[in-house]
Each structure stands twice: as C-alpha cells, then as structure tokens.
C-alpha cells in the first residue's frame, strides 16, 4: 500500500509516538510520501525521516499516494480535503489535537489502526461536501468543503440579515449574529457549538443552525441534501461586508451578493477500522452515559 503523510507542527509530546509510526511505515508500506512542508518540521524536531517521495499539492499526491493519514486536529484534517480533492483517495486521521471528531485515532491506538489498514480489515466511508458558488468564484477551484458554510458578521456589533431560499421557494430572513449550513459530519463542530443537532453522518440531509438569532422562535432547521440553497446577507450598511467561511477558509465579501450552496459532486472517502463506529466515538468523545459523581 502506497501511504501518505500530512500533518501540522506537532507538540513534543507526540514526537516518539510519530517517529514510531514512521518506523513501522518504512517496513511494512509498499512505499510512503510526506507533505514537504511536514517533513521539514520534523527534521526540525530531529525526528529520523525514512526513505520517502514528497508531495506539495493535489497532484503530486495522486502519483505517489493510495492512502493519505492525516496527523494532527480536526482542522489538519479538514486541509487535506485541499490536497485530496476528487480524487477518491481515503484519509485516516490521527489525533495530536484536542477532541477529535474527525482525527478520532488517538496515538496509543496507532499500531492497533495500523495493523488494520494493512491487513485490510477496515471500511471506507462516503461524507458528503458542500458546495459554494460565489459571483466571484471567491475560494478558486476549491470551493468545497467538509464541515460546514458559515455567515459572519464583521467589524460590527449590529446583527445581519441572511435572506434564504431554498429550491427558489423563500425561507425566512434570519436576523442574527451568522448563519451555518452544515453537513452531518459538520453538525458536531461549529453547528453544536451554536445549539445545533447532532446527525448521523450517513444521513441523507443539511442542517441551517442561526448564530444568536435575534428571534427566539428561530430554531435550526434539517433539509434534504439535494435542495439547492441560495442567501443573500444584508449589512446594516450597504458599504459593510460579512465574513464568509468554507471550514478552516474565511474571506470578507460584499453585502446583498447571492451565494448558493449545494452538495457537491463527489465525496471524501474517511478509513474507518473494524470496529469502528459513529455512535461509539460520540459515547466516548462526549462521555455520554458518564456520571461524574461516580
């Protein structure tokens, strides 16, 4: 198996735990490729690089890699999409970070993950994309994203307006702070920060989550994938602009400019072990069933 490796700085902490990794790969991989931009933070850490190709972008990846791991947080996972793009490649990811939805493979866990990649007892799941068309085409040729599309107010203490219609039929206007539009797998990020459901993520669906709105009967709202989502964000005063995020992306855009989100073309593809599922890594992420007083 051709395995590839991106990751962020790493705290010290996890520096053996990598290095170990490393180890293992050059044996057992049929060959393996490190981001450059990480390769060069772990010669800094004096961490022993085995014989490896380096990749920078999306194409250099789909010629040297058939599985990428991602090492570090949700937000290191959220960047490989940037590389993988459509092309199909799985990531697996390996939490450095703090809770880990996404990276959800702790780092006492890699050798048992490992020996399940590499005898091919593990699952690929689909996680369904958003889409962002922009006047502009403001995020360029990636303008997809895992987690979730957000409206932000900026440089202002005054709520925005967010017009909504969906398939063309009119929603409401929300008076608030921002807006989310999530997927499932985003809806236990920045959508549960805000009050938002947490949804299976092979489920069929978005979910549009306000920030503070200013009407209390406002609640968030789960509709169909296949729906296409049109906004308009009104500033209280024309000349201001929003803040407009795709997960980790932020740009400032103009005031009373149509976005329009859909479910995007393709997937991502996320490597799951046996005995790997949803609600176990909820029960054990958010403790549920736990009671402190124990």
């Known amino acids: 198996m051709r395995i590839g490796i991106y990751g962020t700085e790493l705290n010290d902490d996890f520096i053996l735990d990598i290095q170990n990794l490393l180890k293992r790969l050059d044996k057992e991989a049929e060959s393996l490729a490190i981001h450059s931009d990480f390769a060069?933070?772990?010669?800094?850490?004096?961490?022993?690089?085995?014989a490896h190709h380096s990749f920078q972008d999306h194409q250099d990846l789909t010629t040297h890699v058939e599985v990428l791991f991602s090492i570090g947080g949700d937000g290191t996972f959220l960047n490989t999409l940037l590389l993988v793009r459509d092309s199909?490649?799985?990531v697996i990811g390996i939490n450095t970070g703090?809770?880990?939805?996404?990276?959800?493979i702790a780092t006492n866990r890699i050798d048992q993950s490992l020996d399940a990649l590499l005898s091919d007892h593990y699952s690929v799941k689909e996680r369904t994309l958003l889409s962002v068309e922009t006047e502009e085409e403001i995020f360029g040729e990636t303008n997809y994203g895992l987690n979730e599309v957000a409206v932000h107010k900026k440089d202002t203490s005054?709520?925005?307006?967010?017009?909504?219609?969906?398939d063309g039929k009119f929603l409401t206007s929300y008076w608030a702070d921002g807006l989310i539009i999530s997927t499932p797998t985003g809806s236990t990020a920045y959508n549960?920060?805000?009050?938002?459901?947490i949804v299976a993520p092979n489920t069929d669906c978005f979910i549009i989550t306000p920030k503070a709105p200013h009407n209390l009967t406002v609640r968030p709202l789960v509709v169909k994938d296949d729906v296409e989502i049109s906004m308009r964000v009104e500033c209280r005063d024309k000349d201001d602009q929003f803040l407009l995020s795709m997960d980790s992306r932020s740009v400032s855009y103009d005031s009373d400019k149509e976005i329009i989100i859909r479910k995007a073309p393709f997937n991502l593809n996320i490597v799951r072990p046996e005995g790997s599922y949803f609600f176990k890594t909820m029960r054990r992420k958010l403790k549920w069933g736990l009671d402190s007083r124990n």
């Open 98 to 104: 703090r809770l880990g939805f996404l990276a959800y």
């Open 40 to 50: 060069e933070h772990l010669a800094q850490k004096n961490v022993a690089l085995p």
């Open 192 to 197: 549960l920060s805000c009050g938002g459901p």
């Open 158 to 166: 005054s709520m925005v307006i967010i017009h909504i219609h969906i």
């Open 88 to 90: 199909g490649i799985p």
